[in-house]
């Protein structure tokens, strides 16, 4: 009893801390302006402001984890509270947290259990990000919002975009995906669409973005993300061992394409030659040890390190200008070094999930495709 009331209260203190964090950043956001750094410091209106970043994105954050929480529940498997992470530094921006997890207490006995408690969640909290998407795009604030943050562009109306991006350098624009593309095409008010650089400060927008992130990053089909709870209940362990691995290493493929070129190699001096080889043996070090547990063979990680790095290198001697977003590599360490890959055991893997969750899981896929952004965050 003593274990739980002191988990209770360690999972109520980083709740509060992350509502507390949250804001803060919403508020940064809202400004554009660090607590820390800057002419003016904030006040307390703008910690307050930031609460309408803060509410609708710590809404669907807990909304998914509740989903997982009562699914898991209604199976009889032993699972915790959400545990909150908060995260700010008041220096840099951030969005305040890196995010909530339950933990799962007790053996989960079939894949029909995972797949349930992994498609919840994401379910749960797509739907709530739809109407947050929905409210936001509806309710843009007039032009005078974004002059209130930037005066200067007061003096050109609402042709700003067209003559204060001459120099775009610091500023950041969020990688549209099919179903953020579609409201900003079909359902916002035109004449009150900010543009891409401004959308950081329209608090509810860049919630749901952040929410459609998050939603499509849990989605990726591979090791204990929900998509790859969804997957494994969808084809079970044998197939899932090989699907998964593969996806990984495709993953990696996209994310490091363009890094390094042959023709840098070609055209560089001796001192930058051997300054790129030596970044490339890094890179292929840090692929090896996010490859490492997927085979307890030597030699598998190091031919696929080797692998990854000449198809990128041929990739890009095909087509130069292909790019993929190396902000993912960071995801993929996570991935390959502590989440992992494959998938826990369950004593029942031989029943087949049904119809009825086949269709869910392909829903789940739907959901995946339209809200992943190849490039989320554009910094230029």
């Known amino acids: 009893m003593q274990i739980k009331n002191r988990s209770g209260v360690i999972q109520a203190v980083l709740f509060i801390l992350t509502v507390v964090t949250t804001?803060?950043?919403?508020?940064?956001?809202?400004?554009?302006r660090s607590y820390f750094q800057g002419e003016r410091l904030l006040q307390w209106e703008?910690?307050?402001?930031?609460?309408?970043?803060?509410?609708?994105?710590?809404?669907?954050?807990?909304?998914h984890e509740f989903g997982h929480y009562f699914v898991a529940r209604s199976h009889q498997v032993k699972v915790t509270l959400?545990?909150?992470?908060?995260?700010?530094?008041?220096?840099?921006q951030s969005i305040g947290t890196m995010g909530a997890f339950i933990r799962i207490r007790s053996f989960v006995r079939s894949r029909?259990?995972?797949?349930?408690?992994?498609?919840s969640g994401p379910l749960a909290g797509f739907a709530v990000a739809l109407v947050l998407l929905w409210y936001g795009f509806t309710h843009l604030p007039p032009l005078d919002y974004i002059f209130s943050i930037h005066?200067?562009?007061e003096r050109y109306g609402a042709s700003y975009g067209m003559f204060v991006y001459e120099n775009t350098?610091?500023?950041i624009a969020l990688g549209d995906n099919l179903l953020f593309w579609f409201f900003k095409s079909y359902i916002a008010d035109p004449a009150l669409l900010p543009h891409d650089f401004e959308i950081i400060h329209y608090p509810y927008l860049f919630a749901g973005y952040l929410a459609l992130f998050f939603t499509s990053l849990n989605l990726i089909p591979i090791g204990q993300l929900d998509g790859g709870h969804v997957l494994y209940g969808m084809i079970g362990k044998r197939a899932f061992n090989v699907t998964a691995p593969v996806l990984f290493v495709a993953f990696t493929v996209y994310a490091g394409l363009g890094l390094f070129r042959p023709d840098e190699f070609a055209i560089a001096g001796d001192a930058a030659f051997y300054g790129l080889l030596l970044n490339l043996l890094i890179y292929i070090f840090f692929l090896y040890v996010c490859f490492r547990n997927i085979s307890d063979n030597f030699s598998t990680p190091v031919i696929l390190s080797l692998s990854v790095v000449l198809v990128q290198?041929?990739?890009?001697a095909w087509q130069p200008y292909w790019e993929g977003y190396p902000g993912f590599l960071a995801f993929i360490f996570v991935l390959g070094r502590f989440l992992g890959i494959r998938h826990p055991e369950?004593?029942?893997?031989?029943?087949?999930?049904?119809?009825?969750?086949?269709?869910?899981?392909?829903l789940a896929l739907i959901i995946f495709v339209i809200s992943f952004s190849p490039k989320p965050f554009i910094f230029i």
Request: proline letters at 7%; hydrophobic letters at 45%.
């Open 23 to 32: 804001t803060l950043a919403g508020s940064e956001w809202i400004t554009g």
């Open 46 to 63: 703008d910690f307050v402001n930031g609460f309408h970043f803060s509410i609708p994105f710590l809404l669907v954050l807990t909304v």
């Open 82 to 92: 959400p545990y909150y992470i908060p995260f700010w530094f008041g220096i840099v």
């Open 112 to 119: 029909r259990i995972f797949f349930d408690i992994g498609v």
């Open 151 to 153: 005066p200067d562009y």
């Open 169 to 171: 350098e610091g500023n």
């Open 313 to 316: 290198l041929g990739i890009s």
């Open 346 to 362: 369950t004593a029942d893997d031989s029943t087949p999930v049904g119809a009825g969750r086949i269709v869910l899981g392909c």
